[in-house]
């Protein structure tokens, strides 16, 4: 079945950095765009970084635009976020999230805090 798996989260001070990652399996994986989401206390889960079946295409949110590279290695079945310039305003649960037949696929997701 389809598994999501992510990891790299932690706590970092602002202004620091962290690269999350994603583990896919179940599926074709290099057939499939795949998104980073994240949900921080109290809020709502929000699209982050979002990229195309090749490195080709990227698209992001306009708060983490210039600051979080979203890649992806199809002969690994994983994707990434780099994250750059943290905020405390970046802490929150992060989510991997790929559509497969109208149906959304999640990961248990990691957590980040940014914090001195």
């Known amino acids: ?15 620091g950095s962290l690269r999350l990652s994603c583990a896919a399996s179940g599926f074709t994986f290099s057939n499939y765009f795949m ?3 994240r949900q921080a206390p109290g809020k709502e889960r929000e699209l982050v970084a979002t990229i195309a079946t090749s490195d080709q295409g990227t698209a992001y949110a306009d708060p ?12 690994k079945n994983a994707v990434y976020l780099q994250m750059n310039s943290l ?3 970046d802490t929150a649960v992060y989510y991997c999230n790929t559509l497969i ?8 997701g990691t957590l980040v ?4």
Request: aromatic content about 12%.
């Open 101 to 108: 037949s109208g149906r959304a696929y999640w990961g248990k």
């Open 113 to 116: 805090t940014v914090s001195s």
């Open 1 to 15: 079945q389809v598994q999501l798996v992510e990891s790299g989260g932690g706590l970092v001070q602002p202004g």
């Open 35 to 37: 998104r980073w989401y």
């Open 64 to 75: 983490v635009k210039g600051r979080f590279t979203i890649s992806r290695d199809n002969a």
């Open 87 to 89: 905020k405390s305003e």
